[in-house]
């Protein structure tokens, strides 16, 4: 019996965005890989930046692309706000 919900994961990627270890050796192909695993089964990325310096190199970039993600800086959240962009999103993508 059906619930008449096509519920959608919504993955929520706290990250600086440095690689840490790459499985194959080639991280960008495996961001790729990865956004296209959650876009298979329709999960949405919710993405928090917690990149302290804007100099260092990162993949925040590339994976919010690759996802078409929610990208959210962590110095523009609260603990309220956090909550209510993520009831949010949850609430908006109910079908």
Do not use: W
């Not at 990250?15 to 695993?37: H, K, M, P, W, Y």
């Amino acid at each position: 019996m059906s619930s008449g919900f096509d519920l959608k994961p919504l993955v929520v990627l706290i990250t600086d965005g440095r690689a840490n270890v790459s499985l194959s050796g080639n991280i960008g192909q495996e961001i790729i890989e990865l956004c296209n695993r959650l876009k298979e089964i329709k999960a949405r990325l919710l993405v928090i930046d917690v990149s302290e310096d804007p100099f260092t190199p990162s993949y925040i970039r590339d994976i919010v692309k690759a996802a078409n993600a929610k990208y959210l800086k962590i110095e523009s959240l609260t603990d309220n706000n956090l909550q209510e962009i993520i009831v949010n999103e949850v609430e908006e993508n109910h079908v």
